[in-house]
């Protein structure tokens, strides 16, 4: 039995996903101001870390860090509406890929699994 | 057979049994920065010296990066020793003397430095110029490695710069000047002859956009490169004459200016640059797209380019940040 990351297509999923969403997040005016102030050719690789991440891929992150990467940005409002959109774009990117719905599903539990870590509660 | 070795500023570490070039400097106290240590964040950058990569150590990087032989420590298992150090750091400090310097317009300088042991350098990175006190500032090579026996720079005039007043005012032929480099990712890589190329940016972001547009033309660069060059007015435009030669030699070539003052009269559009270079473009999917100059042009237009929708892995930007503001 492959893992969730090996049936998307591991790091070249990641890859082909990648400018999708975050074209869909920066056109997003609920959150791109979270991204602003971020240097872009940084903030893609942060990205990638974060596909990787609710592919279910390899990573070395934890919950701690995951609090630490996002507490500048819960000061400056970040909350459960944030958090529902990159969802949405995180299912719409993959939907436009042809994504089978039930590997979307299975991303979008990785993902909303952070959610407590991310926004710091 | 004994582990491999990693040297870095001139010190070797014996590796571990399956241990990353990244976990190998870590363990030997070295503070190298790094995040994800899964190949993807990008954190762990670090350039070989000498040695083979192993090919997964550059899974996902840019084709400027692979040029220069970056990796991801964190990935990294080589077989064999390699030498390595931080990114840009392998540079050397060359001496050079002011073969020339001249004014292109009121307020840029064209700098022209002979080194007698060249940097090898691609026309569009950037070197840092070191005055004999030591004060030290970044600027872009125009020159092409292959025809010019001289680097080239256009240095703008900051009022109150330090450097700046001082290329303008004191430097002169003969002088000795010091660079280290060459840093940077904005160049052209061969390979794509057709692809279509955006260059724009304000004020001396022309220097290294000038460099990559002759370094691509020089390479035999067939599709369509599209040069946009913003200023205040247009005397800012401090190539125009030359440029348009350029494209009349070149028709895959199109230069396209624009000033922010102006009434239209001289035929040269009144336009902000990141409205105005996307408007001679259209969308940009498959392009390839650099972006110097002013660091908030420089961003905006990233940010415009991508959502027009250039790949980031295809977009090069290099924004002349002041040290003033880092
Ligand atoms: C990667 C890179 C490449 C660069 N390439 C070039 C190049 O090809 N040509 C070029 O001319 N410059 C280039 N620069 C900018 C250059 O390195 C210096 O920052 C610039 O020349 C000012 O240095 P200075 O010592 O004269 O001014 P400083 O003494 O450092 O600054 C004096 C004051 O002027 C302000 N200031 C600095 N720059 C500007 C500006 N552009 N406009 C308005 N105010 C300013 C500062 O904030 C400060 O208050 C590049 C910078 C980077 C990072
Ligand atoms: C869905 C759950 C989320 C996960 C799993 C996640 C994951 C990540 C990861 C792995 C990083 C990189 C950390 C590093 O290496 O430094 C990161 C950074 C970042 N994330 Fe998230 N993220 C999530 C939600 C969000 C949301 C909702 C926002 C804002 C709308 C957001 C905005 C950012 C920003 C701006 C950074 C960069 C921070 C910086 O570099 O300063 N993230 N995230």
């Known amino acids: 039995m492959s893992t969730l990351f090996e049936q998307l297509g591991g790091t070249g999923a990641v890859d082909a996903a990648v400018d999708v969403f975050y074209r869909r997040v920066l056109s997003d005016e609920r959150i791109a101001s979270f991204f602003d102030s ?37 000061k400056r409002g970040l909350g459960d509406v944030h958090f529902d959109a990159v969802l949405e774009h995180l299912g719409g990117s993959l939907r436009e890929l042809g994504v089978a719905e039930n590997l979307i599903s299975q991303v979008i539990t990785t993902a909303e699994s952070t959610r407590s870590d991310v926004l710091d509660r | ?98 073969r020339r310097i001249d004014l292109l317009n009121a307020s840029v300088a064209r ?24 004060l030290v500032r970044s600027y872009s090579a125009a020159s092409l490695p292959s025809d010019d026996d001289f680097i080239e720079f256009h240095v703008a005039l900051v009022p109150g710069g330090r450097m700046s007043e001082w290329v303008h005012r004191d430097l002169k032929r003969g002088d000795a000047l010091d660079l280290q480099g060459p840093a940077g990712n904005c160049f052209y890589v061969p390979g794509n002859p057709g692809q279509p190329i955006l260059l724009a940016g304000t004020g001396t972001g022309l220097a290294p956009l000038y460099g990559i547009l002759r370094d691509a033309l020089a390479k035999g660069h067939s599709g369509p490169i599209h040069l946009c060059h913003g200023s205040v007015n247009s005397g800012g ?14 028709p895959q070539f199109h230069y ?39 660091p908030d042009i420089v961003r905006t237009l990233q940010r415009k380019a991508f959502l027009a929708g250039a790949n980031l892995q295809s977009i090069y930007a290099d924004a002349f940040v002041s040290s003033a503001d880092s």
């Not at chain 2, 050397?92 to 002011?98: K, T, Y």
């Not at chain 2, 691609?122 to 110029?129: V, Y």
Request: glycine letters at 8%; hydrophobic letters at 35%; proline letters at 7%.
């Open chain 1, 38 to 74: 971020v240097d872009m050719e940084r903030q893609a690789a942060k990205q990638k870390a974060f596909l990787t991440m609710a592919f279910g891929g390899p990573n070395s992150y934890t919950g701690l860090d995951m609090r630490k990467a996002h507490a500048h940005l819960v």
């Open chain 2, 1 to 98: 057979m004994p582990m491999p070795t990693v040297t870095f500023e001139g010190k070797g570490y014996v590796r571990q049994e399956n241990e990353t070039v990244l976990d190998c400097l870590l363990r030997n106290g070295i503070d190298v920065s790094y995040s994800c240590k899964s190949g993807v964040c990008q954190s762990c950058l670090l350039q070989a010296v000498s040695g083979e990569l192993p090919k997964n150590a550059q899974i996902g990087l840019r084709d400027t990066h692979l040029a220069r032989q970056y990796f991801l420590s964190c990935s990294c298992l080589p077989n064999n020793d390699l030498e390595v150090c931080r990114p840009d750091a392998a540079g050397l400090r060359a001496p050079g003397v002011v």
């Open chain 2, 111 to 134: 700098l022209r430095v002979h080194c007698p042991e060249p940097p090898a350098y691609r026309a569009g990175q950037f070197f840092s110029l070191i005055r004999p006190d030591g």
């Open chain 2, 237 to 250: 435009l401090y190539l125009d004459a030359e440029l348009r030669r350029m494209m009349e030699a070149n």
């Open chain 2, 256 to 294: 396209s200016p624009c000033v922010l003052n102006g009434n239209g009269d001289d035929g040269i559009p009144q336009a902000n640059i990141d409205a105005y270079a996307l408007s001679c473009t259209g969308p940009l999917k498959g392009w390839k797209v650099y972006l110097c100059g002013h």
